[in-house]
């Protein structure tokens, strides 16, 4: 960079670094939404002919290698932008705007998400208060929170989180009561949420395909690496984050599946109405009646707040680091609040499409998330290999070739599996998009006779190599 130019990035306004470690374990679990494994138990049951737990825990091994391959790189590459950066900067400009195009709809579906799910909660509370106020009021909230402060937002997020897992805790210690006082499967110690006679791994897959958009969160952890107190925190946190999360889903996924030992109960025509959005308000019910059915739905709402507010956060921060490399208008999306220190554009599109929860269900949003995400895992684990054993030969002792080939390999085979089972509109809705950014990139790249614009000005790529990997 041209001396001259100096003067102005060291004016230019910057993101604060006030998170620390467990700010930020809390921003990814919050992201995660640990109620949601109530939300969505039903269906997974119903799939996995009764082990969910099972299905989260082949969940949660893809993730920890995954989750190594984004430590990895995110150590390498201290700035925002998670997969979109890896990608473009260890492989190539344009192929790191695909990985980021694609992820946009991971990012900018998941606050609609969470906004349908507070919606469902607050109709079934006031059934006469028409659906589009809580959508406008919810956004109109989340967006001011996030708007104002970073660690106004880490703050709240931490109250919802704390407060949605001592409920889940209550739930559990009162399930336990109940098995051994012989109600379920009339015992506490028991491998059948796990494996029994009838399940069939294929079904385990279509179940884990399933739940690894609960733990879509601790990637979203890597957004936050430059308001981080320091980098060097970030890789634990993404660590953290997914075997916190993991521990949460297998424990609630355990009792719960022993309490409703058979998804027919959630059927039309069984002991117990099915909800197609959420299970969670009839599990409250047959567990604690009226009393622990609302207190868990409002653990429901907290907890969906809480992500809200997360991943609200963290696509405002992709679209800046998009913005800042004129990947998308530098001056609109690459602009920070000299005063609040926040992208304040992008927190408003962001809260603006997340209105659009006004005409959407959660079925339709949910279907494009996961192809969203998996691309992103996928590339990581590429990014890994790329990075360290191809461009900085580091493959030629075995703890290097184990580190950098054979652990993001084994991500990339695990993520290919959840591949194969992802939903028929997952793949049609995700490729029209991509289709997209292919056709924008073309524009972008006048037809491929040049690169997407070069890296951030004020972390470039030269300044990357120099930071060691010692995990």
């Known amino acids: 960079m041209a001396k001259g130019l100096a003067p102005a990035v060291t004016q230019r306004a910057n993101l604060k670094r006030n998170l620390g470690l ?60 998670s997969a979109y950066t890896y990608v473009r900067e260890s492989i190539h400009p344009n192929v790191g705007f695909m990985v980021g195009w694609t992820a946009l709809i991971d990012y900018m579906l998941l ?14 509370v006031f059934p006469s208060v028409p659906g589009w106020i809580w959508v406008v009021a919810y956004c109109i909230i989340t967006t001011a929170v996030i708007y104002f402060t970073m660690r106004g937002t880490s703050n709240l997020n931490m109250i919802l989180l704390v407060f949605s897992i001592v409920v889940m805790a209550v739930f559990v210690a009162m399930v336990w009561g109940q098995l051994a006082a012989g109600e379920g499967a009339g015992t506490v ?59 949460i889903f297998l424990i609630a996924g355990y ?13 039309p025509g069984g002991d117990m109405q099915y909800i197609e959005d959420s299970t969670l308000p009839l599990m409250g019910k047959e567990v604690g009646g009226g009393t622990l059915q609302a207190v ?12 809200g507010l997360a991943s609200h956060a963290s696509v405002s921060r992709m679209l800046l680091v998009m913005g800042r490399n004129n990947v998308l208008p530098k001056k609109v999306f690459g602009y920070i609040n000299p005063k609040t220190s926040t992208p304040t554009f992008n927190i408003i599109l962001t809260g603006l499409v997340c209105m659009l929860a006004i005409a959407f269900t959660l079925e339709m949003i949910a279907a494009f998330i996961n192809f969203g995400a998996l691309i992103a895992f996928s590339f990581v684990n590429i990014s890994v290999i790329a990075w360290f054993a191809i461009r900085q030969k580091r493959y030629k002792t075995p703890g290097d070739f184990f580190k950098f080939v054979v652990m993001p390999g084994i991500g990339m085979l695990l993520t290919g599996i959840l591949w194969a089972n992802l939903h028929v509109d997952a793949l049609i809705g995700g490729l029209a998009w991509a289709a997209i950014g292919f056709i924008y990139l073309l524009w972008l790249t006048r037809g491929f006779k040049r690169k997407v614009q070069a890296f951030d000005e004020i972390q470039p790529v030269t300044g990357f190599n120099k930071v060691p990997i010692d995990d």
């Not at 606050?111 to 079934?124: Q, W």
């Not at 690496?225 to 993991?246: D, M, Q, Y």
């Not at 739905?297 to 969906?304: E, K, M, P, Q, Y």
Request: charged share 10%; with cysteine; hydrophobic share 55%.
């Open 22 to 81: 467990w700010a930020i374990v809390g921003l990814g679990l919050g992201y995660m939404t640990p109620t949601v494994v109530f939300d969505t138990f039903g269906m997974v049951a119903r799939d996995t002919n009764n082990v969910v737990p099972m299905a989260y825990l082949v969940a949660l091994v893809v993730m920890l290698f995954t989750a190594s391959s984004y430590g990895k790189m995110s150590r390498a590459i201290p700035s925002a932008g």
């Open 296 to 307: 868990l739905t409002a653990a429901g709402f907290a907890a969906s707040f809480a992500s």
């Open 255 to 267: 009792f719960s599946q022993l309490r409703f030992p058979e998804w027919e109960l959630f059927a």
């Open 111 to 124: 606050p609609m998400v969470n906004c349908l799910i507070v919606r469902s909660y607050l109709e079934a």
């Open 189 to 247: 110690a028991s491998m059948d949420p796990f494996f029994h006679s009838d399940v069939q791994m294929a079904a385990v897959l279509t179940g884990a395909t399933i739940v690894c958009f609960s733990f879509i969160g601790f990637d979203a952890v890597t957004m936050y690496v430059e308001e981080a107190k320091s980098p060097k925190i970030v890789p634990r946190a993404i660590l953290l984050t997914v075997l916190i999360g993991g521990a």
